[in-house]
């Protein structure tokens, strides 16, 4: 790790960026104290530290007490990302790379998305049209072209 990028924490240890609170969208800060990790043995290669090394991240959230959120905001990611949330937890797991500390950052970063999708306002809906009378008249008029030609493909008639 460089100097640049190191923090001292409080007690003298080096604090990395995933230690930091999770800046979703510009209003939205989830603070670091609300994500929750769990570590375990990731599989696939790894060499020799394979069976000792923790490197699979599991990053977790309870949306009905973070406090980086409003109550519509809560109440508009429950519904948005109700296939992902068990009791109100979503939990987001990465282990494509040997490093737990890549691992850290890659389910910070899906976590970021995930909460930014699910707080985005809605699509404007769309309004139904109907295609003007010449557009009309040309795709009949190409239709009849295209059958015209193909009845000429056909045997001739005696």
């Known amino acids: 790790?460089?100097?640049?990028?190191?923090?001292?924490?409080d007690d003298g240890a080096v604090a990395d960026a995933v230690d930091s609170d999770l800046r979703v969208t510009p209003q939205?800060?989830?603070?670091a104290a609300e994500l929750g990790w769990r570590f375990s043995r990731s599989g696939g290669p790894?060499?020799?530290g394979v069976n000792t090394t923790d490197s699979r991240v599991e990053l977790f959230v309870d949306l009905r007490t973070v406090s980086g959120l409003t109550a519509w905001q809560r109440e508009r990611a429950q519904r948005r990302l109700a296939g992902r949330v068990?009791?109100?937890?979503?939990?987001?797991?990465?282990?494509?790379?040997?490093?737990q500390l890549r691992n850290r950052e890659a389910a910070r970063a899906r976590l970021?998305?995930?909460?930014?999708?699910?707080?985005a306002p809605d699509a404007p809906p769309r309004r139904p049209t109907k295609p003007s009378r010449g557009a009309t008249q040309r795709r009949i008029a190409g239709k009849k072209?295209?059958?015209?030609?193909?009845r000429l493909r056909g045997r001739p008639s005696e």
């Open 46 to 48: 790894g060499g020799q």
């Open 86 to 99: 068990v009791d109100g937890v979503i939990t987001i797991a990465a282990s494509e790379t040997r490093s």
């Open 1 to 9: 790790m460089s100097q640049a990028t190191d923090r001292l924490r």
């Open 145 to 150: 072209h295209r059958g015209a030609t193909k």
């Open 112 to 119: 970021r998305v995930l909460l930014a999708d699910a707080l």
């Open 28 to 31: 939205v800060v989830l603070a």
